[in-house]
């Protein structure tokens, strides 16, 4: 599976993004799916999960009731919707995708994921 991590950029303080995660390869339906962030001299962290049909969700607290993650399957693209963005929000994203083989469970840990795509910077200035 190979991702490819699109959307980021340069918005203002209470603006809005979307991060898409579109993948190659067949069943990507089966596949959980993270998105990550790093900000700069800081570890990465998990910013929001979604499990293989989207029926279950996580969300870090520092993103909850902003951030939404959300799949289509279809598409093979799974989507971060960001609202309310702070600067502290300014990180390098990331997805990544393990194959759960339809476990119903999202997967949180970053260490549990096989496949990564290659970053899309979000800056929120204020």
């Known amino acids: 599976v190979q991702l490819q991590a699109s959307g980021g950029g340069l918005v203002q303080a209470g603006g809005s993004l979307r991060l898409s995660c579109v993948a190659s390869?067949?069943?990507?339906?089966?596949?959980?799916v993270g998105w990550f962030r790093q900000a700069p001299g800081k570890e990465r962290e998990t910013a929001a999960a979604?499990?293989?049909?989207?029926?279950?969700?996580y969300y870090a607290d520092s993103v909850k009731d902003r951030f939404t993650i959300s799949r289509d399957n279809a598409k093979n693209t799974v989507y971060l919707q960001m609202n309310s963005l702070k600067p502290e929000d300014t990180a390098v994203y990331y997805c990544?995708?393990?194959?759960?083989?339809?476990?119903?469970?999202?997967?949180?840990?970053?260490?549990?994921?096989?496949?990564w795509g290659q970053g899309t910077l979000v800056t929120v200035s204020s």
């Open positions: 990544a995708a393990v194959d759960s083989k339809y476990m119903s469970k999202y997967v949180s840990q970053s260490e549990d994921y096989e496949y």
């Open positions: 390869g067949q069943s990507f339906s089966r596949y959980a």
């Open positions: 979604i499990n293989w049909s989207g029926s279950r969700t």
